[in-house]
């Protein structure tokens, strides 16, 4: 069951980071997935550098937009 996070806490964005690794190198031992693997690796650095930045103070800002609400907004 997964464990409730916080965004702005860098130890749980290196919680995060781990646990996708974990399954990057159990996919990697089967030699499957190369391209689904390496884009998994870009999300891994990702969420590293993300800690690191909060950890040094920086304000988390959201830049990724929920696609699933812009389906679903009504018309304008």
């Given amino acids: 069951m997964p464990r409730k996070t916080d965004a702005n806490n860098p130890a749980d964005w290196l919680w995060i980071a781990a646990s996708d690794l974990e399954?990057?190198?159990?996919?990697a031992a089967q030699e499957v997935a190369f391209h689904a693997c390496r884009g998994k690796l870009a999300e891994v650095l990702e969420?590293?550098?993300?800690?690191?930045?909060?950890?040094?103070?920086?304000?988390?800002?959201?830049?990724?937009?929920?696609?699933?609400?812009?389906?679903?907004?009504?018309?304008?």
């Fill in 23 to 27: 399954g990057l190198r159990v996919v």
């Fill in 47 to 76: 969420k590293i550098l993300k800690a690191e930045l909060i950890r040094l103070g920086w304000p988390l800002e959201r830049t990724h937009v929920d696609t699933v609400q812009t389906h679903l907004a009504p018309p304008r």
